[in-house]
């Protein structure tokens, strides 16, 4: 069936660090592929979206392009923040679902 | 108002006890999920709901029921909580289109 899997984490990185958050899936077809966040003690937040292969998802300064051909979505932003650090879930859209990843703490130290 | 809120917050509640876990939406969105969060497993989906008259089991849909009560009301009941029901679940809406959630802030049960 289909699955994502992304880096475990936490992922650990100093202020205006270049991040990378890897995120790869298996699906039968051409789903659309989603980026959410959770902050500390909050529900999930769409933070962006690919629908289909070669878009590019954008918000607040993170990026993720759908590559068909390493099926995979991967989460990057230039110059991290404090205020960046949370989960961050990478999921697949299937007809009545979203298929998640397990999710990546990330967090940022000043 | 938060366009999903879920009730309660927080809720501590013993072993064997029946419990209900409430949310309403203000989105007009057809589609309710309930999931559940534990750590390092992301989420799972319990049930879900199309319309007030459509409901669907999910992955883990066993020892929980749910009621669909209006388009904006669905409700989740643990019939006889279990320890290891202890997590944190949400509710969340989406469209037709499937795509982008949006969810409550969640609560956390805790089951002693």
């Known amino acids: 069936g289909d699955s994502v899997t992304q880096m475990e984490g936490p992922v650990t990185l100093s202020e205006e660090a270049f991040l990378t958050i890897n995120c790869t899936y298996t699906a039968t077809g051409y789903p659309s592929l989603f980026w959410y966040v959770q902050y500390p003690g909050e529900g999930l937040q769409l933070l962006l979206k690919?629908?289909?292969a070669d878009d590019k998802g954008s918000n607040k300064g993170f990026e993720a392009t759908y590559r068909k051909e390493t099926t995979s979505f991967h989460l990057e932003k230039g110059s991290v923040q404090v205020s960046d650090s949370a989960v961050y879930f990478c999921a697949l859209g299937s007809n009545y679902q979203l298929i998640w990843g397990a999710g990546t703490k990330l967090i940022i130290k000043p | 108002d938060a366009d999903v809120t879920q009730t309660p917050r927080n809720r501590i509640t013993k072993t064997g006890k029946r419990i209900m876990l409430e949310c309403s939406q203000t989105?007009?969105?057809?589609?309710m999920y309930w999931y559940r969060q534990d750590p390092g497993l992301g989420l799972r989906l319990i049930y879900y709901s199309f319309d007030v008259k459509d409901i669907n089991k999910g992955e883990i849909s066993d020892g929980y029921s749910v009621s669909r009560q209006a388009q904006a009301k669905f409700s989740l009941s643990l019939e006889s909580a279990i320890p290891n029901q202890t997590a944190l679940y949400f509710c969340?809406?989406?469209?037709?289109?499937?795509?982008?959630?949006?969810f409550g802030s969640g609560t956390r049960l805790t089951v002693v």
């Open positions: 690919a629908t289909k």
């Open positions: 969340a809406t989406s469209d037709l289109s499937g795509g982008g959630y949006t």
């Open positions: 989105k007009g969105h057809d589609r």
